[in-house]
Structures are given as structure tokens and as C-alpha cells.
DNA sequence: CTGTGACTGTCGACCGTTTGGTAGGCTTTT
DNA sequence: AAAAGCCTACCAAACGGTCGACAGTCACAG
């Protein structure tokens, strides 16, 4: 436990804050405890600690550890889906419809680096049902990824023999990716690795026609 | 420590074997409960229980659970980067050596799903120094396919505006996210897999030239 | 073929620390 | 005076790690 010192240090810090602010927070330190130290390897003591106030303090505001990794979870897949879910019904056509998608994945992921990896690094620390709770039974990202793949297809602008899951996939595997490697201030910006990525996996699926058709616009 | 009956239980199972044996058995046990809790959610008890010993007698293998998880990411790694460098070196051009890296990676990440998912995903467990021991400085997969794109542009097989390095990243991504969504007998076939990641990698980055090259063969 | 001693692999009990979590009381705000 | 926010003090369990004891195995001497 080994508090600063029980004895001498009276309420050192103990600022007393309103809830709402409270909870903001909490749920921005546990972000990047976990961030920094993954959930099992953080302790409810770090969390308290960079709040400055004491590990059982912390129950005034959660229920258990596990529901404080939900929450922070849960808030960023919810706004990371509602991104491109909005981008997936741009006007335009499937693949003008897709760029955007991956545009706005990515410079959202870049955005909000910490809880994206969190969420993609941590939701194997939620028991199963709690991790479908969030991602709903069916994965929610690659179905849109796919779809668009598959209105593509419908469209004549990508390959007919390609696997439309196995497209959503790939282009969702080097989106994803990014959250290891990409550091704010570093040689890319967010727009620059969404157009880029973009470009590379509308190339990847497109059919000959497609591409000649982009090129001589 | 909960030992299953200290008084009445004399020794167990306690089978007594050969050094070498068991060292291959802790470490492909200790994979396999890496993968499934984690490096921090994974206990020594875990691992000594699974092996039917006492957790004190790891202690005889090992100086540390640290050192358990460097040993079991170093050795697939190590394998990894073997087949990677070996195929990247294969008779052809630039692409046909690219295709065929893409290929054997995924083929291997395939096949051995679950030491490849721990060495991605427990990797940043492991501190600092001892990461690098295993990356090398710079990262020597990135450095693989960023040298192959490279080559790609020097001959004009690919778009001389792309950045290889986010081509390089982009093509892992999709490669190394393989590791969280495939299951042997599932759809698809680790060849398939890479087959298509390969053809939409190299369609994503190539010359409009160099695909109707390609397409008229 | 037997006795002996060194070695090897495992046990069993233990240590100090940290962990997630609980409960009741104190203080500040409203 | 009630409610909100936080602290003190505590718990049982689990953790990584240590260490002396000891049984099974094997090589070799007699």
C-alpha cells in the first residue's frame, strides 16, 4: 500500500472537485495507465495516485477495475464507429465513400492515439461477453469496410474475385496498425497517412478500368 | 500458492524428465498461457500447474518470468525474420520479391498463430533494452520491406511520390493485424491470405504501367 | 552384481510485497 | 442538517521469488 506517510502527512493534496469533473478525469488518468502500463499490468494504486487521492477513494466512482477499462474502452469505440459510420454515407460514389472512411479512421485514430490503443491493445482484457457488449456480435468496422467493398464489387470499380472479407480485412489490419507506430509531432501527419493509406488500398482492390478511369480525371 | 492437498497428496504427478524436455515444454506452455492471459495476467502458478510442478521449481529453468517472455518472443522472432530476409532475396524483380515476403509472413504467422501473437502483442511488456536486443535498433522487418519498395521505385515498378516508408508500415499492418482475426480451419487458408494480401499490396503501390504490365502476361 | 557417492530435478514451506476491494468515519459544501 | 467527496485502516488472496531438503538416476569402484 505504502502511503507517502501515514503518519505526518495530513490531507496532502485532497482538492475536492465536483463529480462530473471528477470522472473526467479519472476516466482520462486510467487512459493512459493503461496506456502506459496495460490494464494488468496497471494498479488502481498508479491510478489514485496521479489523481492524488487514495486507492479506495477511487470506489466512490467505479464499481471495480474491470468497469473502469469498459468505460474507457466503450467511449472510444462508440465515437471511433460513429466517425465512420457518418464518413461511410459521404456523397459519392463506393470508393470516393471508402476513402473517406479510411481518411477519417485514421486521422482519428491518430487524434485520440492513447484510448485507440487502449481499445485495440485491451479488449482482450474484458471477458467475453463484456467484449461483444462493446463490439456488438458482429464486428462493427469491418462490416462497414466490407459493405463498401461489396457496393464496390456491385459497382464494377473492384476486382470481382476478390474476397470482400478478406479486403475489409487487410485494409482494416494497416489502418489499425497505426496505432503502433505513429507519434504526434513525428515525420507524417494524420492527413498525409490517411490519404496515403487511402490511395494504397483503393489501388490495392480497384479493378484495371477503375484506376485508368482515376488517372485520366 | 493453494497447494492441492499438502498433507495426504505425496508426490503427484512429479514425473521426473530430462532437462532438454522440459525446457521445450515450458517454454511452448508458457506460450500458450501468454497468449491466452497475457504476460501480466499470467501467473507462474499458471505455468507451473499446466506443467504439473510446483511454481518454485520453474525457478530451476529460470532466473525470471521477465527472462521466460524474452525467450519465447526472441525465438519466433528470430524465426520470422529468418523466413522474411530469405525470401527477400528469392530470383525475380523487386515486386516478385516482395510478393513472395508478404507471402511467406503471413504463411508463417498463420502457422504459428499463437507464439506470433505473443511476440506482438506482449512485446511492450518487456523493458526497453531487452526489446531492443530483440528488434535490433531499427526495426529490421520495417527495414525489409521498406528496402523492397525502395528498389520498386528505383525501377520504376513503383509510384515514385509514395513514401516507402509508409508504404512499408502500411503493408505490415495489414500483414501482422493477421494474427488477431485468423483460426486454422476457418475460411480462409494461410496461402490464400497471403496470396491476396500480396496481389493488394503490390496493386496498391505499383505504376499504373507496371499493373497493365502485369495484367498482359 | 553390488555398493556408493555425486548429480539432477522436484518438492514444500516460506518471505515480503502488492493487489483489488470494503467499511466507517471525517470534513467540506450546499 | 443533509449530502457529497474523500480518507483511514483494514482484509484475504495472490504474486514473484528463495532456499534447504530429498528422492531418483547414473557412473563407476569394488
Redesign the pocket.
Known amino acids: 500500500?505504502?502511503?507517502p506517510a501515514?503518519r505526518s502527512a495530513?490531507?496532502s493534496?485532497?482538492?475536492?472537485?465536483?463529480?462530473e469533473e471528477?470522472w473526467a478525469e479519472l476516466i482520462e488518468v486510467a487512459t493512459q495507465v493503461f496506456y502506459e502500463k496495460g490494464y494488468d499490468g496497471?494498479?488502481?494504486?498508479?491510478i489514485a495516485d496521479r489523481l492524488?487521492?487514495?486507492?479506495?477513494?477511487l470506489?466512490?466512482y467505479i464499481?471495480?477495475?474491470?468497469d473502469l477499462l469498459f468505460d474507457v474502452i466503450s467511449a472510444v469505440h462508440k465515437e471511433g464507429l460513429a466517425v465512420v459510420r457518418s464518413r461511410s454515407e459521404v456523397p459519392g460514389g463506393p470508393l470516393e465513400r471508402l476513402e473517406s472512411v479510411i481518411r477519417g479512421h485514421v486521422e482519428h485514430t491518430c487524434r485520440n492515439l492513447v484510448p485507440t490503443a487502449v481499445f485495440l491493445h485491451e479488449l482482450s482484457a474484458l471477458p467475453v461477453e463484456r467484449r461483444k457488449e462493446i463490439l456488438g456480435s458482429e464486428h462493427a468496422y469491418q462490416g462497414v469496410f466490407r459493405d463498401l467493398v461489396e457496393q464496390g464489387q456491385a459497382a464494377g470499380l473492384v476486382r470481382a474475385d476478390l474476397d470482400p472479407r478478406l479486403a475489409a480485412l487487410s485494409i482494416l489490419g494497416s489502418t489499425n496498425w497505426v496505432y503502433r507506430w505513429f507519434r504526434p509531432g513525428g515525420t507524417f501527419t494524420p492527413e498525409q497517412i490517411g490519404a496515403e493509406m487511402a490511395e494504397m488500398a483503393i489501388r490495392g482492390i480497384a479493378t484495371e478500368e477503375t484506376l485508368q478511369d482515376r488517372a485520366s480525371r
Open positions: 500500500m505504502r502511503q501515514g495530513r490531507r493534496g485532497g482538492e475536492r472537485k465536483p463529480r471528477r496497471a494498479s488502481l494504486q498508479d492524488g487521492m487514495l486507492k479506495g477513494s470506489y466512490y464499481q471495480s477495475k474491470e
